[in-house]
């Protein structure tokens, strides 16, 4: 990938989640999505559509890639655009990632339906960027939203 994945610029500073509240996988992503349509990322009447669309998924697999990243995700029918939110929970929950260990950095991603392949793409370069040793002190470390989504373009091929 030459440029980072468009979705990259539906994150704001008003979609960066800095103290994250939720102590299960299902209250992780209610507040997710309710963060979302707090900040013009999602239309209100769409919230429990996604919501669920998200828990549908989750039933299926953990979206949890490992090394305290996760990525759930929804493609959503008649979403006109893409929406990204970024969490971050300081003490990590289960979220039943691959490697056993806790959560501490939720990208939420919703999609069209009709732009599956940039959600796919979006999906692989979080996985890459979740690889990165130092990806996940820099989220941790980084004291405002600003510096939260300067560690994201950073980290953009």
């Given amino acids: 990938m030459s440029s980072p994945p468009p979705i990259l610029d539906a994150f704001s500073l008003d979609a960066v989640l800095l103290e994250m509240r939720a102590t299960t996988k299902v209250e992780c992503l209610d507040e997710l999505v309710t963060h979302m349509v707090a900040s013009k990322q999602l239309p209100k009447p769409r919230r429990q559509q996604v919501f669920d669309a998200l ?4 039933s299926r697999g953990s979206t949890g890639f490992g090394r305290g990243v996760a990525a759930p995700h929804a ?8 929406a990204a939110v970024i969490g971050r929970s300081a003490t990590g929950l289960d979220f039943k990632a691959v490697d056993g260990e806790p959560v501490h950095v939720f990208v939420l991603l919703v999609s069209p339906e009709n732009r599956a392949d940039e959600h796919l793409a979006t999906l692989r370069w979080i996985s890459h960027i979740a690889r990165d040793p130092d ?6 470390q980084a004291s405002t939203p600003a510096a939260v989504l300067e ?3 950073e980290r953009a091929p």
């Fill in 55 to 58: 828990v549908e998924r989750e």
């Fill in 75 to 82: 493609k959503i029918a008649g979403l006109r655009r893409p």
């Fill in 135 to 140: 990806f996940l002190s820099f989220i941790l």
């Fill in 151 to 153: 560690v994201l373009t």
